[in-house]
């Protein structure tokens, strides 16, 4: 089995039980990723530098507009999309099995956690251990998306406040803000 393999089981939201082979793959990609973000946040690295760390734990090219500010921390790395003048800054921390594009633009705050994970809520250790991403959409959007169970997308020039919560889509030109998130504000442009 291979990352192509696995990386088509998670994005056709098929749950990857511990005894398949995906699994040992899926471990396997989880203990580089380690070794990557360690290496990232162990010292201070030019933004080149850090691009280069960051395409090697996505196995994507990474723009030279994009800035990261580490420390920064992926289970996985191998599914997220970074667009271009996409900034994150310090203390981020992405569980991205699921799926993450980073849109175009998109600036994401300090402590930010984008988790696209789930487990199976039987308590059987079989079941529970096995990551299911029963609602993960794999078409991506030119914005922030999470592919949460229920949510799909964060609006364009939408902001999420700190601490929010997001459980449905955000709309465009929105603030939303605490938990679950709201929006409180609409914004003019």
Not at 32 to 59: C, D
Not at 65 to 93: E, M, Q
Request: glycine share 8%; hydrophobic share 40%; net charge neutral.
């Amino acid at each position: 089995m291979a990352l192509s393999d696995l990386l088509r089981a998670l994005n056709s939201g098929r749950p990857i039980a511990g005894s398949l082979p995906l699994h040992e793959v899926m471990h396997r990609t989880s203990q580089e990723a380690l070794r990557i973000t360690a290496k990232l946040n162990g010292s201070y690295h030019e933004p080149a530098t850090v691009r280069e760390l960051l395409a090697e734990l996505t196995g994507r090219p990474i723009d030279v507009s994009v800035t990261i500010f580490p420390p920064f921390h992926s289970d996985f790395g191998k599914n997220i999309t970074l667009g271009n003048r996409v900034f994150i800054n310090s203390s981020c921390k992405f569980q991205n099995l699921g799926g993450i594009t980073i849109g175009d633009g998109c600036l994401i705050g300090h402590n930010t956690v984008i988790a696209t994970l789930n487990h199976d809520l039987a308590p059987q250790p079989a079941r529970r251990h096995a990551p299911s991403l029963c609602c993960h959409r794999p078409e991506r959007l030119d914005r922030v998306e999470r592919d949460d169970p229920g949510v799909r997308q964060d609006g364009n020039n939408a902001v999420v406040a700190a601490a929010a919560v997001v459980t449905t889509d955000v709309p465009d030109d929105t603030v939303v803000v605490g938990s679950p998130a709201r929006v409180v504000r609409t914004l003019i442009r």
